[in-house]
């Protein structure tokens, strides 16, 4: 009898807890891991996901003449889960990095420019970016 209590106790406190910790996923997420990959993303690596895509990088428009300098976003395209290439992402404001090969410095600003245009995308650097992004943790648990 009172392992049964304990159980139902127990069973009674974590099920709560996970319908509340209820998070919204990207939809970028899914299309780079899959539905099925989803479940096994911890809900600090989803929130760490979300923010990333919308607060890691900023768009640009440069001259002309530095085009051709700055490496395309197409050649950084990678294979998704099931080997086959992603598609590449033609609206510049509504990209999904998770798809590229981005290499960002820690120190840095990193920038890859859109095919055909001459928008780039300027990735923040490692640093800054951590700095934003514990900032904007702090804001969250201070809300």
């Not at 996970?18 to 299309?31: F, G, L, M, N, W």
């Not at 809900?43 to 979300?50: A, F, P, S, V």
Request: glycine share 0%; charged share 30%; hydrophobic share 35%.
């Amino acid at each position: 009898m009172k392992t049964i209590l304990t159980i139902t106790l127990f069973l009674s406190l974590t099920y709560p807890l996970k319908t509340i910790a209820q998070i919204t996923v990207d939809s970028r997420i899914i299309e780079f891991y899959g539905e099925k990959e989803i479940d096994n993303l911890s809900e600090n690596r989803i929130n760490y996901l979300n923010y990333y895509l919308d607060n890691s990088y900023e768009i640009k428009e440069i001259t002309e003449e530095n085009n051709e300098k700055i490496e395309l976003l197409s050649d950084l395209l990678l294979d998704s889960k099931n080997n086959n290439k992603f598609i590449l992402d033609t609206d510049v404001n509504n990209i999904n990095i998770l798809k590229y090969n981005i290499r960002r410095d820690n120190k840095l600003r990193t920038a890859y420019r859109f095919d055909n245009t001459n928008k780039v995308l300027v990735f923040y650097s490692n640093e800054e970016f951590t700095n934003n992004f514990n900032s904007h943790l702090k804001n969250i648990k201070n809300d």
